[in-house]
């Protein structure tokens, strides 16, 4: 382990700064100037350095790329209009990365490189940090084998990284979903509760289907029943009923998103009934042909909040009302959005001054 922590910075000879046009941001592909890596090797982390952004070298026999030992987070730096610049939450992130590792037989990564990388990245790449309504740093820790060595087994090297991308408003256009009763994202006893990159490239395909069939993404359901809500999509799945936040109750298929446990919070900081249980398919259709279904939406960092508009079930589309000014999705996105904007009293201790 590291007695003291230095990181040793490589700053970018020419920054790319002035050639970014922040108003016209692609969510993703816009990468700031600098990135922190750090490589685990004889049962230590060396040293972290962070470095200009640019394609690295790894072995071709990779034990990541064939075997998966792969994970990640995603987090958000928001700019307040005084200018300080602040991170939402991140040790939960720090935290759930770690049990990710546990899950995936890789090294659990010290608190100290975790933070103090974050810190500096973050710092030295300030000016990446947009201040626009909406906008903020998109910011993607990750953990991936290096082992250069095709035998199936958990790798003994492993690499951690940072990498930043500046992320523009987010217009959630109401989504059309439909419950997926065949496919599984993920299963019981399985690696659903973990940020693994193969949950997302097994959920792929039946995406591809639920989208050519015209729906943006699938409320995936239990994989032994198809009964029950896991998730919607990439985000956690929430449900207003007669007045209750009704969302699934967490196990090892669904993941603990932060997102959801702010939202969580929230409702129960106004004094709303929450309900953290199984929720079956047709209960929400139920609630929907009755007229109790309020409101449904997905939860999670790179959205927020996004609100559905239309359920497909069964082979039939069933549309939710319109979501009203004071509807709770929009209340809670109004309310975190003036937390991380520094522009409401932060309760709760959720930001982290860089
Ligand atoms: C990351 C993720 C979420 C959302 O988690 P947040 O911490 O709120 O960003 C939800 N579901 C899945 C499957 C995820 O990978």
Redesign the pocket.
């Known amino acids: 382990m590291l007695d003291t922590l230095t990181i040793s910075t490589q700053p970018t000879a020419k920054s790319r700064l002035p050639e970014i046009d922040f108003d016209n941001l692609d969510f993703g592909r816009t990468f700031s100037d600098h990135m922190l890596v750090v490589d685990y090797h004889d049962g230590e982390w060396q040293q972290p350095q962070i470095v200009p952004y640019g394609p690295m070298t790894v072995s071709p026999a990779n034990s990541a790329i064939h075997y998966g030992q792969s994970i990640f987070e995603?987090?958000k730096a928001y700019k307040s209009q005084s200018g300080e610049v602040a991170l939402f939450r991140p040790l939960?992130?720090f935290h759930?990365l770690n049990a990710s590792a546990e899950r995936m037989c890789m090294p659990q990564l010290p608190e100290e490189i975790f933070m103090q990388g974050l810190l500096q990245l973050v710092r030295l790449d300030a000016g990446w940090v947009p201040e626009g309504p909406g906008s903020a740093l998109y910011i993607r820790p990750f953990m991936f084998a290096t082992d250069a060595m095709l035998g199936v087994r958990p790798s003994e090297s492993y690499r951690f990284m940072i990498v930043t991308c500046p992320v523009g408003l987010y217009y959630p256009k109401p989504l059309r979903v439909r419950f997926e009763e065949k496919y599984v994202?993920s299963a019981e006893g399985g690696a659903?509760y973990s940020?693994n990159a193969g949950?997302?490239g097994a959920a792929m395909y039946p995406t591809r289907l639920g989208q050519e069939e015209g729906y943006n993404q699938l409320i995936w359901t239990d994989a032994s029943e198809h009964k029950y809500v896991e998730?919607s999509g990439?985000?956690?799945a929430m449900f207003i009923i007669d007045g209750r936040l009704v969302t699934p109750a967490l196990s090892s298929s669904?993941?603990?998103?932060?997102?959801?446990r702010s939202v969580l919070q929230l409702a129960r900081d106004w004094g709303m009934q929450v309900e953290e249980r199984q929720v079956s398919a047709r209960e929400i259709m139920q609630a929907q042909a009755d007229g109790t279904l309020q409101e449904a939406f997905g939860?999670?960092?790179?959205a927020t909040i996004a609100s559905i508009a239309v359920i497909g079930y069964q082979g039939q589309d069933y549309e939710l009302p319109a979501v009203a000014d004071d509807a709770f999705s929009r209340r809670a996105t109004a309310a975190l959005a003036a937390i991380r904007k520094g522009q409401a009293p932060d309760a709760h201790n959720w930001m982290v001054r860089v």
């Open positions: 995603g987090l939960d992130n759930r994202r659903g940020k949950n997302y998730e990439t985000m956690n669904i993941l603990d998103g932060i997102t959801r939860v999670g960092t790179a």
